[in-house]
């Protein structure tokens, strides 16, 4: 993740079509009303990357993020991460309905 001139890596512990839910560094200081500019590496020849903003900040310390602009390769991969992820399929359909 990246915002202003700090470039930081983070825990990803949940990733959905509306944003994700990450464990940043100890003691980062940076201003999360800005929003943060994104790479998340799948592999060889895959990755999203997206500006996220910060919604919210939990008591343990992750973040909530919420996706401000995706491209769409990045949108295609994460929508296949997803589907790879979910047990059913046709919920994905329902929350991509849900989203146009």
Known sequence: ???????????LLDISLKGMLVEPPDNLNIDTSKPCALALFLGENA????????THR????NWGLQWQHIDIDSL???RRLLELNQNDPSLLDRELAELG
């Open 1 to 11: 993740m990246q915002s202003g001139n700090e470039e930081w890596s983070s825990n």
């Open 76 to 78: 295609k991969h994460l």
């Open 58 to 61: 939990m008591d343990n310390g």
């Open 47 to 54: 990755s999203i990357h997206a500006r996220v903003k910060i």
